[in-house]
């Protein structure tokens, strides 16, 4: 029975590891250069930081109860939401530069990561508008605060469409990991946010 061998690739010794022919290290790119130009990681690594973000930012929220907790929870989430909304516009960026000359957005990947960027820019706005413009654009401050539970209901749908998003990633293969530990993973997040929504800051009964 012939048993499958591995053919050495050109610049490999024929017995032993590459690094047997002491040959100089492969140039490596600082890892700002990648972030910029995109080639290797920095998608992936934009992707991921802004889910991350984006969970510990609604985690800052739950629960808030004294008006000091709420107003200090709502600056660090708005802070959180901006960095989340950074790597959101880096990953998007980045991938558009490096898709020159081949189509947009044809994959369910690419069409659900166009609305999460445009829902991501329009969800801040709306937080922006409610807690620091409120008189401006809902005519009082109460005006604003009556947009708080849209904002949250929004909030959640959109960390659904970012779930929806990486599971997408694992059907054409760009996140490198098995499908099960993003589902896993993604099952863990939602668990945890989930449980720890307050049902009457939705306006929905008295918890
Ligand atoms: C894409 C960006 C954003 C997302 C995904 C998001 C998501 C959320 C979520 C899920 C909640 C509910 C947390 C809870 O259960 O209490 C929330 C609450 C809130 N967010 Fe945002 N948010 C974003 C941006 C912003 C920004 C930029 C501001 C500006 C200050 C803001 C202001 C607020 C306020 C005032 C609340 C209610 C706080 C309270 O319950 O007292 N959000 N947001």
Redesign the pocket.
Known sequence: MAAATRIPEAHEPLLGQRDDLNLPPEPREKIVVNLITGKRQSPRLFGVSALLL?VQ??LI??P?STPQQ?QL??HI??GI??A??LCFLGAFIVIEINKRGHPHFVSLHGILGLLTVIF?VL??LV??A???LPVTIFGSVDGGKRI?KY??WS??A?LLLEAALFLAATQIGILAIPTWSVVLTLILILLGLGTR??KR?LGLGNH
């Open positions: 984006q930012a609604a929220l739950q808030t709420k929870g709502t989430h708005y939401q901006l989340s909304i991501v969800q801040a937080g922006v409610q807690y620091f708080y904002h949250r909030g959640y959109l929504i307050k800051k």
